[in-house]
């Protein structure tokens, strides 16, 4: 070879060289950078309703009504004219009455009350005649089982109302037996006089559950909250519980007791900022709330880094080759740098490539953005993306090329493996704030339940410095009251 030949093959390889060198240190952007910027939270409101029963157990009630009514009557009066072997005359009668302690229960939605009645007087005909013939006083003894069954209900003003039905069932028919074989019933007479002793059992039930006892339990509730719940990993968060309207099951009876639901619904609201707590004016007027546990609905803003989602990217295409044809050759990509970052409500990618193209001497490199929204999945405790899709392709000449293996394989793996489980913090999130709310000494000495609290995320937002996980909790939100006192 030639002096000149030579130099000149040196000089080729230099430039060969050189190119290569040049050519792998340029970087393509094949697609528009979105824009590097988080958006603000929002934590919408939502109702809760504290459930506040009101239960008086049936021993208690039967202690109570027991202690109201006396337990023993004595009636003295004058009987209907009879007629006994063709002789008419007025009739008297003057007998005591006692009762066994009267015992409730629960009958069809309804207070049964049940109590055995032993009868003993005399009875007979008036006059002298009568008392000459010792036909005035006769002995006799009755004995009866009575129900008394009751349906209740509560008044707008917290009162309870009730309407009572008696029915007898005589074991011993109260009659006096005048002559040897010759009866009169006073079955009527002895039903007047129980009836008037038990007239007064509806009043007596009120004393026993007086007004001011209810309306007390649910002026506990009433009242504006303001609960601090330290976040695992966030701010300090502060629930703040309005009450709005107040409404009562009625008297419920159960196998158990007698009670009454009092529901306080309230504007349930979180912020960063603990509000100062305002009065409450005065109960209202009760309206109507079933029967139930209250309800506990709570959006609850949480936080997530965005080091877990990337590393779930990186996870998902890193280190992997994409092969894919071009023509009738053979081309690969792999995914050398994979970021996350928030894009104005969405989060963005930017994803370094290297791609062996046939036909191309040297291998190509380059970025590629895109943009996805973070959904959660069908459980609520996984976020995933979705609705994927690339910039704005600025080099369709490149893009063309490699567009299918970008568009099918790459996206199908971001999307498929792109996602985070949330379970453990939705836990921690929904622990602190079950232990907030129960704690009396945040709520004013009322210990609220919350029992089977379900946490699900409803919404992402890509924040500038980490994801904002607004997540609601529901669950049974209750503060049963039994209290012997509410009876005596």
């Not at 109570?64 to 008419?88: Q, R």
């Not at 003894?141 to 009730?162: K, Y």
């Amino acid at each position: 070879m030639g002096k000149i030949a030579y130099v000149t093959a040196v000089v080729a390889g230099v430039a060969v060289i050189g190119a290569a060198v040049w050519y792998s240190n340029r970087s393509t952007v094949l697609s528009q950078e979105p824009v590097r910027k988080g958006v603000a939270e929002t934590v919408p409101g939502s109702e809760s309703t504290l459930g506040v029963r009101v239960a008086v157990p049936f021993d208690v009630l039967n202690s109570a009504v027991n202690g109201l009514l006396p337990t023993s009557f004595t009636k003295d009066e004058n009987g209907e004219d009879v007629c006994l072997i063709g002789i008419c005359a007025g009739t008297q009668y003057k007998f005591t009455a006692s009762r066994s302690p009267i015992a409730f229960s629960h009958e069809s939605g309804k207070l049964r009350g049940t109590v055995s009645l032993e009868i003993e007087g005399k009875g007979g005909f008036r006059g002298d005649g009568a008392k000459l013939l010792d036909l005035d006083e006769k002995n006799f003894a009755a004995s009866a089982d009575i129900a008394v069954v009751a349906s209740l209900s509560v008044t707008p003003g917290w009162c309870p109302e009730v309407n009572a039905t008696v029915s007898y069932n005589w074991t011993k028919t109260p009659r006096v037996e005048y002559i040897s074989g010759k009866y009169v019933t006073i079955q009527g007479i002895a039903e007047d006089a129980i009836n008037d002793s038990l007239k007064t059992l509806p009043d007596k039930l009120k004393e026993a559950i007086p007004c001011d006892a209810i309306k007390a339990a649910a002026a506990k509730a009433w009242r504006n909250y303001a609960v601090p719940v330290q976040i695992p990993r966030g701010p300090m968060l502060h629930v703040a519980i309005h009450p709005k309207q107040v409404g009562t099951s009625g008297l419920i009876v159960t196998d158990e007791n007698l009670r009454v639901a009092v529901g306080v619904v309230s504007d349930v609201s979180v912020s960063t900022k603990a509000e100062a707590e305002q009065p409450l004016g005065p109960l209202p007027d009760l309206g109507q709330v079933p029967d139930s546990a209250g309800k506990l609905d709570v959006s609850l803003p949480l936080r997530a880094e965005y080091g877990p989602l990337n590393e779930a990217l990186l996870a998902a295409v890193i280190g992997k080759s994409f092969e894919f044809a071009v023509g009738s050759g053979q081309g690969t990509v792999q995914i050398k740098e994979a970021e996350v970052f928030p894009s104005e409500g969405k989060i963005g990618l930017e994803l370094g490539f290297s791609a062996d193209l046939p036909g191309r001497i040297f291998n190509t490199s380059g970025t590629v953005y895109a943009t996805a929204k973070l959904t959660p999945d069908e459980t609520g405790q996984v976020i995933r993306l979705t609705d994927f899709g690339y910039s704005r392709i600025l080099d369709n000449g490149v893009w063309s090329a490699l567009s299918a293996v970008f568009e099918g394989q790459i996206r199908q793996q971001i999307e498929r493996k792109g996602r985070i489980d949330l379970k453990p913090h939705l836990e921690k999130g929904r622990e602190a704030l079950r232990e907030a709310i129960s704690d009396p000494a945040k709520t004013n000495g009322i210990k609220i339940e919350v029992e089977d609290p379900d946490a699900k995320i409803v919404a992402i937002t890509p924040a500038d410095d980490h994801l904002a996980i607004l997540t609601r909790i529901t669950g049974t939100l209750d503060t049963t009251v039994v209290d012997p006192k509410i009876a005596n």
